[in-house]
């Protein structure tokens, strides 16, 4: 039997018809449905074009139609996004910025604490020097300097009396590092010990969306 110019028209977009449902077959099985695996408009014009070909034809092959999947119609996956609980919200976690918070509160509590008993020392006692008057401003500025371990001075350290030599001593050796570190070692043994899994000296939590561990920082350069 001969075949005619029509015959082999149909015979050419039934090819076309296989090759688009084998197309969709493939497809649907690799289950593409990202939007960085998504082609452009153009892309998507062409393949608006095959479908409306395969419905065209569908008086021809109607069996292989119905495998066919609408790939651009498949909805995406929703992420498994979990709220978070009530007890992770509730959940007591010691962050390295409450320990600078109460580095800064003790250095200033001793600083005054120091100058004042200094004053009451070399005002108030029989020990005090009686060649000198010690203001409180004095005083202070001499206890936040030895605390600070900066050295500076507004009076003459050898002629104060030496219980207050012995305050200020003392009050410069509980402000270093030896002892000024121990808060957060107890903190830590502390919360390691009831807490399993947690670093309480982890700058990088994930409790909320922004970091509150971190001190905020500002550019004051201009651009």
């Known amino acids: 039997m001969l075949l005619t110019t029509r015959d082999a028209q149909r015979e050419r977009r039934a090819s076309q018809v296989i090759a688009a449902v084998s197309l969709a077959e493939r497809l649907s099985l690799v289950g593409i449905n990202n939007a960085s695996f998504q082609e452009d408009s153009s892309s998507d014009l062409h393949t608006s074009d095959i479908l409306s070909r395969v419905q065209s034809q569908s008086r021809f092959q109607p069996g292989q139609l119905s495998t066919i999947v609408d790939v651009?119609?498949?909805e995406p996956t929703p992420q498994n996004t979990e709220p978070a609980t009530p007890f992770q919200r509730r959940r007591y976690h010691w962050?390295?910025?409450?320990?600078?918070?109460?580095?800064?509160?003790?250095?200033?509590?001793?600083s005054l604490l120091s100058g004042l008993i200094v004053w009451l020392i070399e005002n108030h006692s029989s020990a005090r020097n009686l060649e000198m008057k010690v203001d409180y401003i004095d005083a202070w500025f001499m206890g936040g300097s030895c605390v600070c371990s900066c050295g500076l001075t507004t009076l003459d350290f050898a002629k104060l009396s030496r219980v207050s030599q012995s305050v200020?001593?003392?009050?410069?050796?509980?402000?270093?590092?030896?002892?000024s570190t121990l808060p957060a070692l107890i903190v830590k043994a502390h919360t390691h010990r009831r807490v399993e899994g947690i670093t309480v000296d982890d700058d990088h939590g994930d409790l909320d969306d922004e970091n509150p561990d971190e001190l905020p920082t500002f550019n004051i350069r201009h651009q």
């Open 72 to 74: 651009t119609t498949m």
């Open 95 to 110: 962050r390295m910025v409450y320990y600078f918070y109460v580095h800064v509160v003790l250095f200033i509590i001793s």
């Open 168 to 179: 200020l001593m003392f009050f410069t050796f509980i402000s270093g590092v030896t002892f």
